[in-house]
């Protein structure tokens, strides 16, 4: 019986594809799934039906794809990523599966909107800004390609957090996404992976008579496999993405909890679950920091025990793993895998180190998404020690290996070796996160040219001259089925109507646009998918803040994680300059174009600066919106808890992209990208990704500024002193003076003191060098914008110009370059 099961072929049919075959699965749903009835439904029970009934559409081709993977054994990709910032599900998987006319006219008859079940869905809390969004575009652009890939992560239970404010001031909640259920998962607890912590090492002499060494560890936990499917766009290919849950071992204690003792019964639960609680808690303290590690080794760790011991096959010989399987290490969260896949090959496998060296070497890709130091992950050598004392000792044997390589290529040079160790001494003896990755990938990879060339130059310049074929760029890109499909209904209609079908896997044929951008009549159709957005966002707004837009204005936005490289204070500084030009009477509030100053950020709980800043620009915002003289010319909004939800309708909307950090600062960033797919003009530095937009689209439908990378060394070299761009500039003057006096706290001087001392005095991210450029900028996007179908003419060729900027094509960069991995051909 159980070969006959083993070797059965017989299809998974999925449901018929018809409004009556619809309804009928929603019905049964409903009824067995939900246990109610239509009459006694809920808004929530008809969302959960009609989830599962859509994903019964798609499980038939998961499961053919899981089966079709297994019998080819091709090359896969193993994604480990610390965040996936999914977004809603429901309308991804409809036009996966081409249902949502279907399910729109089944609900239909039922008496039920479609609309209202939309809004039903709650974002999975999974991720924070680009590093998670990101991760999610990929492994959607590879299930499109029909390239076996396998996501892993961890299942937070709380995610990032939601964001609230308080007189202006972000209040973190609990991000309670999981409350109302969470149709889109398929939980695995027969699956669980043991994970071990602490302890010690011991040496011993195994049967053949060589020495090794054993870990013995102290407690372990469960990691518990969510499966989520990850559907290709109409092609019958659904991948998966396996997220983490943790557990305890021994999660109640009967005896202790019959004598009374309630609270140390589930301790053991409690301290496991603590793991999987929270994407990114607070590392300010050392407990802090010591779950993020557990958290990093945790996914990990049951990731590769997953692929190793349940996907490949039992008799698999692992010294052609690097024929089956690449690790993209997204970032450096994931490194720890480096020494953990040694640990299996050498203590577990009892290989001889250097052949287990040669295919870990093979089998780890590394992307780096920063240019910040503090960004690279170091870990104290104490706390790896205490937590994983055997991967710490594999640590140390990698740089000694490796430092004994480079001594021969460069005999005393000490200080090259200082610089390259893994390991470094000082301030205190830690680990360097990305020189072990380095060491160990096959790849080093930036997300956009400027960026990798610095990460090559700047950041890993021996490692670039000791490996230079290591190192190479992708640069990043976005999922156009998302953030045009979805996003942008009405301009994807436009398009397909203006090109035929297809572009949405071939985002190259937005080309084709091109000349109608000189065609008057489709820049009038144009002009009207953009107010249909604006209005679609006003409306939205007003629903989910209470927020009421203008009716007739510029967008200008600027939407990204809040940090003070990003130079949100920059935008703040323009905003705060116009009004007080307006109501000194020195600038005409009639004179210049109506503009919507829209934000969205969050600002991680520790960072003072950053929240210091979100409340700025909220007080801004209090007191242009309320003064009559600026009415109609300035308005600041600011809705709180951005996410992928409301960045599907925002940006849409936009016509101005805020791009404005300091150059050599910005890895690439992806939120440039789609504000140039949806048809906004970018103002921006020459930073990240803003450089390959601006060769692409022209420098005459971008707004360039600011200083250049090169500048910016010169001046920070030549020691840069921002009280003296204060000093010489009247405007950049009285908007400081204006927020140092009180007059956005209510005339309490102390509440944004700290941000006007760390302007005049510090200015890391030189906002007032690059002040007096923006504002001449800004006045180039007022004169643009009041020439409506030169405007309209610019961003027609945005769009047509920024097809290099799919998901797509950086992943067939990453197969090329990287991974040389193929898509499974179809049947």
Same mark, same amino acid.
């Given at each position: 019986?159980?070969?006959?099961?083993?070797?059965?072929?017989?299809?998974?049919?999925?449901?018929?594809?018809?409004?009556?075959?619809?309804?009928?699965?929603?019905?049964?749903?409903? &009824?067995?799934?939900?246990?109610?009835?239509?009459?006694?439904?809920?808004?929530?029970?008809?969302?959960?039906?009609?989830?599962?009934?859509?994903?019964?559409?798609?499980?038939?081709?998961?499961?053919?794809?899981?089966?079709?993977?297994?019998?080819?054994?091709?090359?896969?990709?193993?994604?480990? /990523?610390?965040?996936?910032?999914?977004?809603?599900?429901?309308?991804?998987?409809?036009?996966?599966?081409?249902?949502?006319?279907?399910?729109?006219?089944?609900?239909?008859?039922?008496?039920?909107? !479609?609309?209202?079940?939309?809004?039903?869905?709650?974002?999975?809390?999974? =991720?924070?800004? =680009?590093?998670?969004?990101?991760?999610?575009?990929?492994?959607?652009? !590879?299930?499109?390609?029909?390239?076996?890939?396998?996501?892993?992560?961890?299942?937070?239970?709380?995610?990032?957090?939601?964001?609230?404010?308080?007189? =202006?001031?972000?209040?973190?909640?609990?991000?309670?996404?999981?409350?109302?259920?969470?149709?889109?998962?398929?939980?695995?607890?027969?699956?669980?992976?043991?994970?071990?912590?602490?302890?010690?090492?011991?040496?011993?002499?195994?049967?053949? =008579?060589?020495?090794?060494?054993?870990?013995?560890?102290?407690?372990?936990?469960?990691?518990?496999?969510?499966?989520?499917?990850?559907?290709?766009?109409?092609?019958?290919?659904?991948?998966?993405?396996?997220?983490?849950?943790?557990?305890?071992?021994?999660?109640?204690?009967?005896?202790?909890?019959?004598?009374?003792?309630?609270?140390?019964?589930?301790?053991?639960?409690?301290?496991?679950?603590?793991?999987?609680?929270?994407?990114?808690?607070?590392?300010?303290?050392?407990?802090?920091?010591?779950?993020?590690?557990?958290?990093?080794?945790?996914?990990?760790?049951?990731?590769?025990?997953? +692929?190793?011991?349940?996907?490949?096959?039992?008799?698999?010989?692992? &010294?052609?793993?690097?024929?089956?399987?690449?690790?993209?290490?997204?970032?450096? &969260?994931?490194?720890?895998?480096?020494?953990?896949?040694?640990?299996?090959?050498?203590?577990?496998?009892?290989?001889?180190?250097?052949?287990?060296?040669?295919?870990?070497?093979?089998?780890?890709?590394?992307?780096?998404?920063?240019?910040?130091?503090?960004? #690279?992950?170091?870990?104290?050598?104490?706390?790896?020690?205490?937590?994983?004392?055997?991967?710490?000792?594999?640590?140390?044997?990698?740089?000694?290996?490796?430092?004994?390589?480079?001594?021969?290529?460069?005999?005393?040079?000490?200080?090259?070796?200082?610089?390259?160790?893994?390991?470094?001494?000082?301030?205190?003896?830690?680990?360097?996160?990305?020189?072990?990755?380095?060491?160990?990938?096959?790849?080093? *990879?930036?997300?956009?040219?400027?960026?990798?060339?610095?990460?090559?130059?700047?950041?890993?310049?021996? +490692?670039?001259?000791?490996?230079?074929?290591?190192?190479?760029?992708?640069?990043?890109?976005?999922?156009?089925?998302?953030?045009?499909?979805?996003?942008?209904?009405? #301009?994807?209609?436009?398009?397909?109507?203006?090109?035929?079908?297809?572009?949405?896997?071939?985002?190259?044929?937005?080309?084709?646009?091109?000349?109608?951008?000189?065609?008057?009549?489709?820049?009038?159709?144009?002009?009207?998918?953009?107010?249909? *957005?604006?209005?679609?966002?006003?409306?939205?707004?007003?629903?989910?803040?209470?927020?009421?837009?203008?009716?007739?204005?510029?967008?200008?936005?600027?939407?990204?994680?809040?940090?003070?490289?990003?130079?949100?204070?920059?935008?703040?500084?323009?905003?705060? %300059?116009?009004?007080?030009?307006?109501?000194?009477?020195?600038?005409?509030?009639?004179?210049?174009?109506?503009?919507?100053?829209?934000?969205?950020?969050?600002?991680?709980?520790?960072?003072?600066?950053?929240?210091?800043?979100?409340?700025?620009?909220?007080?801004?915002?209090?007191?242009?919106?309320?003064?009559?003289?600026?009415?109609?010319?300035?308005?600041?909004?600011?809705?709180?808890?951005?996410?992928?939800? #409301?960045?599907?309708?925002?940006?849409?909307?936009?016509?101005? /992209?805020?791009?404005? %950090?300091?150059?050599?600062?910005?890895?690439?960033?992806?939120?440039?990208?789609?504000?140039?797919?949806?048809?906004?003009?970018?103002?921006?530095?020459?930073?990240?990704?803003?450089?390959?937009?601006?060769?692409?689209?022209?420098?005459? *439908?971008?707004?360039? +500024?600011?200083?250049?990378?090169?500048?910016?060394?010169?001046?920070?070299?030549?020691?840069?002193?921002?009280?003296?761009?204060?000093?010489?500039?009247?405007?950049?003057?009285?908007?400081?003076?204006?927020?140092? /006096?009180?007059?956005?706290?209510?005339?309490?001087?102390?509440?944004?003191?700290?941000?006007?001392?760390?302007? #005049?005095?510090?200015?890391?991210?030189?906002?007032?060098?690059?002040?007096?450029?923006?504002?001449?900028?800004?006045?180039?996007?007022?004169?643009?914008?009041?020439?409506?179908?030169?405007?309209?003419?610019?961003?027609?060729?945005?769009?047509?110009?920024?097809?290099?900027?799919?998901?797509?094509?950086?992943?067939?960069?990453?197969?090329?370059?990287?991974?040389?991995?193929?898509?499974?051909?179809?049947?």
């Amino acid at each position: 019986m159980t070969e006959n099961r083993a070797n059965s072929t017989a299809p998974v049919t999925a449901p018929q594809h018809s409004v009556e075959g619809f309804v009928k699965e929603f019905l049964r749903e409903l &009824h067995f799934g939900q246990g109610v009835t239509l009459e006694r439904a809920s808004v929530n029970d008809e969302y959960l039906a009609l989830a599962r009934t859509v994903r019964e559409y798609l499980m038939a081709r998961w499961l053919e794809t899981v089966r079709r993977q297994r019998d080819a054994q091709a090359k896969s990709v193993a994604y480990l /990523s610390a965040e996936y910032l999914l977004g809603r599900q429901l309308d991804n998987a409809l036009i996966a599966t081409d249902m949502t006319e279907i399910v729109e006219e089944g609900l239909a008859s039922l008496g039920i909107e !479609l609309s209202t079940l939309r809004e039903q869905e709650v974002e999975p809390g999974l =991720g924070n800004g =680009g590093l998670g969004r990101l991760a999610a575009c990929f492994v959607d652009s !590879l299930a499109t390609m029909s390239v076996p890939c396998i996501g892993y992560g961890i299942r937070y239970e709380y995610g990032i957090f939601r964001q609230t404010f308080v007189d =202006g001031f972000q209040v973190e909640q609990a991000d309670t996404w999981l409350t109302l259920g969470a149709p889109w998962e398929f939980p695995h607890p027969e699956a669980a992976v043991t994970v071990h912590f602490g302890g010690s090492t011991e040496r011993y002499t195994d049967d053949d =008579g060589v020495e090794r060494t054993r870990w013995v560890p102290a407690w372990d936990v469960l990691g518990v496999p969510y499966n989520y499917m990850v559907p290709g766009y109409q092609n019958g290919r659904v991948n998966t993405l396996r997220l983490w849950s943790a557990r305890a071992t021994k999660a109640f204690d009967l005896a202790i909890f019959n004598s009374g003792e309630y609270v140390d019964a589930v301790r053991a639960q409690t301290f496991a679950e603590n793991i999987s609680k929270v994407l990114y808690p607070e590392d300010s303290t050392p407990q802090g920091k010591e779950l993020r590690l557990q958290q990093q080794y945790f996914f990990v760790a049951c990731s590769i025990r997953d +692929f190793v011991d349940n996907v490949l096959p039992a008799d698999f010989d692992l &010294h052609n793993l690097p024929d089956r399987i690449i690790f993209q290490l997204n970032d450096t &969260h994931p490194v720890i895998a480096v020494p953990e896949l040694m640990r299996i090959l050498v203590d577990e496998k009892k290989w001889d180190w250097d052949e287990a060296w040669a295919v870990t070497q093979k089998c780890f890709a590394y992307t780096c998404h920063t240019l910040l130091p503090e960004a #690279l992950e170091v870990w104290p050598v104490a706390l790896l020690g205490k937590l994983l004392p055997r991967h710490l000792e594999i640590i140390y044997r990698i740089n000694d290996d490796f430092l004994a390589e480079v001594a021969q290529r460069y005999p005393g040079d000490e200080l090259r070796l200082r610089r390259m160790s893994i390991i470094a001494e000082y301030p205190e003896r830690s680990v360097r996160m990305a020189f072990l990755a380095t060491v160990a990938g096959a790849k080093v *990879n930036g997300v956009a040219a400027l960026h990798s060339q610095l990460l090559r130059d700047k950041v890993l310049p021996d +490692f670039s001259e000791y490996w230079p074929d290591k190192f190479t760029n992708v640069t990043n890109g976005v999922t156009p089925r998302r953030f045009v499909r979805l996003a942008n209904p009405a #301009l994807s209609e436009l398009i397909t109507d203006a090109i035929g079908p297809g572009w949405l896997t071939d985002l190259a044929r937005l080309r084709e646009m091109e000349p109608l951008a000189d065609d008057a009549e489709f820049r009038e159709k144009f002009r009207a998918v953009k107010a249909h *957005n604006k209005q679609r966002l006003s409306a939205l707004l007003q629903r989910r803040d209470g927020i009421t837009l203008p009716g007739d204005a510029m967008l200008d936005v600027m939407v990204k994680r809040l940090h003070e490289y990003k130079r949100q204070t920059l935008k703040v500084l323009h905003i705060v %300059s116009l009004y007080e030009r307006i109501i000194s009477g020195e600038l005409d509030p009639t004179s210049i174009p109506p503009r919507v100053f829209a934000f969205g950020a969050k600002a991680a709980p520790g960072y003072k600066m950053a929240k210091q800043t979100i409340a700025l620009i909220n007080h801004v915002g209090r007191v242009v919106n309320d003064d009559p003289r600026v009415k109609g010319a300035l308005t600041v909004v600011f809705p709180p808890n951005y996410n992928v939800t #409301l960045a599907e309708t925002l940006i849409p909307a936009a016509d101005l /992209s805020e791009q404005i %950090s300091l150059a050599g600062k910005e890895a690439s960033g992806t939120g440039n990208m789609k504000f140039a797919l949806n048809g906004a003009l970018t103002i921006g530095t020459d930073d990240g990704a803003n450089v390959e937009i601006r060769e692409l689209v022209g420098d005459e *439908n971008f707004f360039l +500024f600011g200083l250049v990378e090169p500048e910016v060394d010169a001046l920070v070299t030549a020691g840069y002193h921002p009280s003296s761009y204060y000093e010489e500039n009247p405007t950049l003057r009285r908007a400081i003076d204006r927020i140092a /006096s009180g007059a956005f706290a209510g005339g309490d001087r102390t509440v944004f003191e700290p941000i006007v001392s760390n302007l #005049l005095h510090e200015d890391r991210f030189l906002v007032l060098a690059d002040f007096q450029a923006y504002l001449d900028a800004q006045d180039r996007v007022d004169a643009a914008y009041r020439d409506t179908e030169a405007w309209t003419r610019s961003a027609i060729l945005n769009v047509a110009r920024s097809g290099y900027f799919s998901s797509d094509r950086a992943m067939w960069d990453y197969i090329d370059r990287i991974w040389h991995s193929q898509p499974l051909a179809a049947r």
